[in-house]
């Protein structure tokens, strides 16, 4: 195990030694700025929500060399992996359950509440894959129509619980539509959900903002439980790593469905994870960027006369209301990956912020 940190830490320390630059020619990638490899791909791909610039050069570094140990099982970076997780979110090791990505935590914890029998309660429109296995499972799925402002209905949720609901899924910021809840309004949503069910917080794209996290409510809360990525601010979506933060108890009722919980992710993977969290100036970064660009992107938007929803995220939810031409005929014109139209009424899309230039491709394709 000491060997291991040691062999990890030099490989951190390598990577600082090399400096941010040197990285970019390490990853063999042309520049855009002077900061970030330009992750340049054919199509523009702007609809997964992923992070253009990562995994972070130090990640990179490391990745590569954890290749060499991958032909043993990664139990002891799992652990160090759920040391440094529980170190952030001010909890202990027994309160974190790894998934490889947060779906696999989602998938769970639907399996954990259908054994329980009911229904679960979530916004429409959210991010809602997970829940397609939910008429398999055997329970029932019931929406709550957003605000006016595209924002959870915490009022209209808290009214949808009956005494079937075994849980309640808010995902904050929410994708689709990059709104956020008000902190306060929230803690109290879920000091009162989680007297009848289970409050799951999806906080996949909370690091794009400067909110805290719900994770310190967890210790007082059986009923809560929090799932977070590395595949949004970490640039990791491909290396799969995810979590759960809940109380001992919950953590060791949803891992009890798992035949080998924590063991999902790969050695590369978990030294991805472990280096990223270290790299505390890539993430600063990339939060400069997003905002950046995410301010021009809205900005564009706005004077082709295309509502946006102010966004807490790094995707922009929008109405093709007023556009004229074929939203999606100009995409796949200009070789560019969107996504779909999530409501009818007012034809609202999303569009994931990407690098400077990708985003200029796509206003300059929909003009
Ligand atoms: C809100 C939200 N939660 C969870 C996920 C799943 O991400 P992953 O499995 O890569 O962690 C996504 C992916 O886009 C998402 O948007």
């Known amino acids: 195990m000491n060997n291991r940190r040691n062999w990890l830490k030099q490989v951190s320390l ?99 509440t259908a054994l329980q029998k009911g229904n679960f309660v979530l916004a429409e429109t959210t991010f809602n894959y997970w829940t397609f296995p939910s008429d398999k499972l055997g329970i029932k799925k019931i929406t709550v129509p957003l605000t006016s402002d595209k924002k959870h209905d915490l009022a209209g949720m808290l009214k949808a619980i009956d005494t079937d609901t075994k849980m309640v899924y808010i995902c904050n910021p929410n994708n689709p539509t990059g709104t956020i809840c008000e902190r306060e309004q929230l803690v ?16 996949a794209y909370l690091d794009f903002t400067k909110e805290e996290s719900l994770s310190n409510l967890v210790l007082e809360n059986k009923n809560l439980i929090i799932t977070k990525t590395f595949s949004k601010m970490y640039g990791l979506a491909g290396a799969r790593i995810g979590y759960a933060v809940a109380t001992a108890s919950t953590i060791e009722e949803i891992s009890a469905l798992k035949s080998s919980p924590n063991l999902s992710i790969s050695v590369v993977s978990a030294v991805a994870a472990i280096t990223s969290l270290k790299d505390e100036k890539f993430i600063e970064q990339v939060h400069s960027s997003n905002e950046e660009v995410k301010k021009y992107t809205i900005e564009q938007l706005t004077k082709l006369n295309l509502t946006c929803i102010p966004s807490h995220a790094n995707f922009v939810y929008f109405s093709l209301d007023n556009y004229k031409k074929d939203y999606f005929k100009q995409l796949e014109n200009h070789n560019i990956q969107g996504t779909k139209i999530y409501e009818e009424n007012g034809k609202w899309t999303r569009i994931t912020i990407g690098t400077m230039k990708e985003m200029q491709q796509f206003i300059e394709a929909i003009k």
Do not use: H
């Open 14 to 112: 390598g990577a600082v030694g090399l400096g941010f630059c040197q990285f970019e020619a390490f990853a063999n990638t042309s520049t855009e700025n002077d900061i970030f490899p330009d992750v340049e791909k054919s199509p523009i791909l702007l609809r997964s929500n992923e992070n253009p610039y990562g995994p972070s050069p130090l990640a990179r570094a490391a990745m590569q060399k954890s290749i060499n140990t991958s032909n043993r099982y990664g139990w002891d970076l799992s652990d160090e992996l759920i040391s440094l997780i529980a170190k952030k979110n001010n909890v202990s090791n027994n309160n974190i359950l790894l998934g490889a990505g947060s779906t696999e935590i989602l998938d769970l914890v639907l399996q954990y």
């Open 188 to 203: 109290s949503f879920v000091k009162e959900a989680s007297k009848k069910a289970i409050v799951f917080v999806d906080e």
